[in-house]
Structure formats: structure tokens, C-alpha cells
């Protein structure tokens, strides 16, 4: 099988002269040395264009970032004020509902409260609790101004802080933020 490929060499071969000196004399310039010039060219050419695509991909990298965090901070305030308008009006519902509130504090205390009104009474209480909602002001705390409404004043020898002596009204709060303070008589001490 090699007899074959020995004749096609055989009969493709091409007499090289054994001593060829490719390297230029000088003062002549080879093929490559010739494009050298305009390689560097190119070179320089692609190395700019790199850059300035280099220098895109930032700057659009940055604008990526800066609508990103513009949205994180969007939808940051858009989350804050549902929960405001959502608080606000659950504030304005309870609101309205003070004055049921106070009638079941009067029926109480003249132990009216009974029957279907008192279910009805205590299942209004457990829903409102589920928003925050309470009732505070009650006789022997200590008078809070920020909580309380004092109407008038009694001297207490036995008091050595100002306390509540009496209930006019009972206060109202969602979550902490007062809706109505407590109106009350305050024990104070006596001088």
C-alpha cells in the first residue's frame, strides 16, 4: 500500500534548492514587513473601538443600576403610602364607630349589656382589637397628658402622684396613635 503513495510523491515532487536564504538583505522588505504599518493601524483602530465599547457597556451598566434603584425606591413609597391610605382608613372607620363604642361603656356600666346585644357587643370588640383598636383611661392610673384630658381636680391626701380618680370618658387608640384622650377627674396631691 505505500507503493502507491511513493509513486504520487514520486511524480508531485518539486526540486528545492538546498541552500534558500529567505531572510531579507537589506534593504529589502518582506511581504509581512511590508503590511507592518497598516497591521499596527488596525491594531490601534480595534483597540480604540474596544475601549469606546468598553466605556458604553459602563456607562449603560450604570444607568441599569440607576433605574433599578430608582424602582426599589418606588415601589418603597408606593408600599409605605397604601399602608398609610390603608391605616388612614381604618382610623376614619373607628372613628365613626366612638360613638358605639361609648354606648357600650354606658350600657355596661348601668349593666344593661346582656343577651344578643352583649354577643353582638363582644364580637364588635374582638374585630376592632384586630386592628389595634382600644379603649384606655381607667380609674387609679397615673395621669399621662399626653393620654389624658383632665376636666377637673381633686386634692388626695393619700395620692403622691397625680392619678385618675375618675372616668368621664373613656379614651381611644389605633396602634399607639390616640384617637380621642381620656376625659378625666384627677386625683392630685394634697399640699
Not at 451598566?61 to 418603597?76: G, I, P, S
Not at 375618675?166 to 380621642?180: A, D, K, P, S, T
Request: hydrophobic share 40%.
Amino acid at each position: 500500500m505505500t507503493e502507491p503513495v511513493e509513486q504520487a510523491v514520486e511524480q508531485d515532487a518539486v526540486e528545492v534548492p538546498e541552500e534558500t536564504d529567505l531572510t531579507p538583505t537589506q534593504g529589502e522588505e518582506t511581504p509581512a514587513a511590508a503590511g507592518a504599518p497598516a497591521l499596527a493601524a488596525q491594531v490601534v483602530e480595534l483597540e480604540a473601538q474596544v475601549a469606546g465599547l468598553e466605556a458604553l457597556a459602563a456607562e449603560r451598566t450604570e444607568d441599569l443600576q440607576r433605574v433599578q434603584a430608582e424602582y426599589v425606591n418606588y415601589k418603597r413609597r408606593v408600599d409605605r403610602d397604601r399602608a398609610l391610605a390603608r391605616q388612614g382608613g381604618v382610623e376614619a372607620v373607628l372613628r365613626d364607630l366612638m360613638p358605639v363604642f361609648d354606648a357600650i361603656v354606658a350600657a355596661e356600666s348601668h349593666e344593661e349589656l346582656t343577651g344578643g346585644f352583649r354577643l353582638t357587643a363582644d364580637e364588635l370588640i374582638k374585630v376592632t382589637k384586630s386592628f389595634g383598636f382600644e379603649s384606655f383611661g381607667e380609674v387609679g392610673e397615673e395621669f399621662d397628658p399626653r393620654l389624658h384630658e383632665a376636666l377637673m381636680q381633686v386634692p388626695d391626701p393619700d395620692a403622691d402622684t397625680m392619678r385618675i380618680y375618675e372616668v368621664m370618658q373613656v379614651g381611644f387608640r389605633v396602634n399607639e396613635q390616640v384617637l380621642r384622650p381620656a376625659r378625666v377627674v384627677v386625683a392630685v396631691p394634697q399640699e
